[in-house]
């Protein structure tokens, strides 16, 4: 823990009133910490930057937070950048939110190489069989917890319901249902203020000892269209040369254009946190450009979630073995790195842009309730998304057919009751009880599951 002693709270703004070198080492113990998806990731942030070290408070902490949550893409990291460049401006935020992703990043290349490397040894297939069916319990947990913080009233379960249908039934494009239910949530707001509950006594009042550093030594800049033109034009430039020079050097029709095409769009329709994200984003990689199959997909997530850094990093998995297996002329093993780290930049580089281009003005809109309200109804509709996402995998997951029903407007696939996995829906039951009954971690619940797989391939169980 950094004591008083090592801050500066009457230091000006040229003198940040946390040493940046302090801060720095602070935001890499923090990315070694950051398992368990968005909410355990916001949780370390938390507990070390609010609760232990103080050098926010909670009310700009949780100002923060919904505005990261508003935005598309990973919030916790978005959050992480926010912070950052609360304590040290620009290059504050840049760090934060580097270093928030830099672990993750380097571990899940290491693990999609193994995966394509030994991920059809019998071995390697066992230990998915475990890990796949762990992930649906995990997907349900998520459910559980947001919608107990999201669904506060009878309109906001409806929302959720809807977009749950929505998606489930209809397969109504995934940015439209987000689009509507931030519309929803400002309408009804507006005409019914009373159906809408935007949680303002939560946000009343810090809990405990006030931070050490006071609200007005955070680093602020006022917004201005000077600086927004600058942000937005360096931030454009660094985002999208990338994916045109790849274009230019492997052409339009390659698997690196097509995926930094399509990460990049992503990274802007994609709101509501890592499972809304990997909604689309399955939806998409499986079906339409065909990276990769359903139940690869599933054990992507299993591997992300063993790793540390946002669960959107399971992009980086999609990407590689998508640019593996069409490599074009490169070999197989330079085109898949190449790939998931084009995803990776072209993936979090719009987290960057959006947190440093709309801080100013966040600031500036502290306790702007229309922007609370339409976040309400987006928080909403992100609990129908999710359970959504955890339908697709159970599918996927525990039956080996499915049948595809298209017509009257319905689009959706059914599970063939005949080909129910056995093993798959015992290890997800188990790992149900660990995380539901007995509050394991995910990581603990994630190590059982992968040795129960272990074990039934060891015995000579169907693990396919």
Known sequence: MTSDAELRPGAGASEPAVPFGTAVRAWFAISLQTFGGPAGQIAVMQRTLVDEKRWIGQRRFLHAMNYCMLLPGPEAQQLATY???????TRGGLVA???FVLPGVLALLALAAVYVAFGSTTAVTALFAGLAPAVLAIVAQAVVRVAKRALTSPALV???VASFLALALFAVPFPV??????FLGWALHRRRPAGLPLGGGKEAADDGPPPVIPDDVLHTELPSTRRTVRV???GLLVWGLPVAAVALLTGAGSVFTQQGLFFSGAAVVTFGGAYAVLAYVAQQAVSVYGWLAPGEMVRGLALAETTPGPLIMVVQFVAFLGAYRDPGTLDPWVAAVLASLLVTWVTFVPSFLFVLLGAPYMERLRGNRSLSAA???ITAAVVGVIANLGVYFAVHTLFAETDAVDGWLLALELPDPASLRPLALGIG???AVLIFALRWSVLRTLGVCALLGLAAGLFGLAVH
Request: charged content about 0%; hydrophobic content about 70%.
């Open 83 to 89: 912070v950052g460049w609360l304590l040290h401006g």
């Open 97 to 99: 939110g580097g270093l």
């Open 158 to 160: 409806a929302i959720a």
């Open 177 to 182: 249902v987000v689009l509507v239910a931030g």
């Open 232 to 234: 937005l034009v360096v």
């Open 375 to 377: 976040l309400t109804g």
């Open 429 to 431: 039951l188990v790992a």
